[in-house]
């Protein structure tokens, strides 16, 4: 399991000026899944990330357990993503990525430099606990605990006032359960990751954050067969957005429209569209 703590704090991103910009897209690159997003139209893509460049189930997928580990197959992926929303032309776009929020150096840097390839003017990097919290709504400023239960990974992430607190990432995920036996692998991984960071809580952000309700995202937060244990066994209730498996991708949609309006340009947002 790694963590955070007594690691460096993750803060916002460096506020940039994005003038000139006039269309975007969110992607959120997954161990299972690829999503993109788009102001006016919502998610426009949810595709198997495996593609047509595996040999089946489990093989060959571009990305495992949160790094990428076929770049060219990742990137042509990309590339047909981008071809299909953005056109041939990527002048004054901005494409925003999610990612872990523990990724490593070496798949940041890959990632971006898959994103460079693809043209955009900007591109903008951010980690799916703060972009599930901006799909979540406005907070009040208090600390926020978002569990992402994904295909490959787990991440329980503490937010407190936007900034990344303390996080835990476990490379236990959806496609570790046997589909006959009941999710204990996986809730068990988020309860120990919760009592880490409650043991470790000098400021009592952790139980603030539970007293409010942890924020559930990816697929696993679909599934009430592990979002009813997580929230029996941890004693209070969780909170899930609609369509869990999509939180992150809308969360850095929103965050995206955000940035074409301080840009000056004005497309049609769809709120919460999926």
């Not at 979540?136 to 503490?158: C, F, H, K, S, Y």
Request: charged residues 25%.
């Amino acid at each position: 399991m790694r963590s955070l703590h007594n690691g460096p704090r993750l803060g916002r991103p460096v506020r940039q000026e994005y003038r000139g910009v006039t269309r975007g897209l969110a992607l959120d690159l997954g161990s299972s899944r690829t999503r993109a997003w788009m102001p006016g139209h919502g998610v426009i893509a949810d595709t198997d990330a495996c593609g047509d460049f595996g040999a089946g189930p489990g093989h060959g997928r571009p990305v495992r357990r949160g790094r990428i580990v076929d770049p060219v197959s990742c990137g042509r992926m990309l590339g047909r993503i981008a071809d299909s929303a953005l056109g041939a032309d990527r002048t004054d776009t901005v494409i925003v990525l999610s990612h872990p929020v523990l990724a490593g150096s070496e798949h940041r840097a890959a990632a971006r430099e898959l994103i460079a390839a693809l043209g955009p003017t900007s591109v903008i990097a951010l980690d799916s606990a703060r972009a599930a919290a901006a799909y979540a709504g406005p907070q009040d400023g208090g600390p926020l605990l978002v569990v992402d239960i994904g295909a490959e990974l787990t991440e329980a992430t503490l937010l407190v006032d936007g900034l990344v607190r303390d996080a835990r990432q476990a490379e236990t995920g959806l496609s570790d359960l046997d589909p006959s036996e009941p999710p204990t692998a996986v809730v068990r991984t988020v309860l120990d990751m919760v009592d880490e960071m409650w043991k470790q809580d000098r400021h009592g952000a952790v139980l603030g954050a539970l007293r409010k309700g942890p924020l559930l995202a990816g697929g696993g937060a679909a599934r009430p067969d592990i979002t009813d244990r997580v929230a029996v066994r941890l004693g209070v209730p969780v909170r899930l957005a609609d369509d869990p498996a999509t939180t992150v991708v809308r969360g850095a949609g929103l965050i995206l429209s955000s940035v074409l309006r301080r840009a000056g340009a004005t497309p049609a947002l769809p709120g919460r569209t999926r």
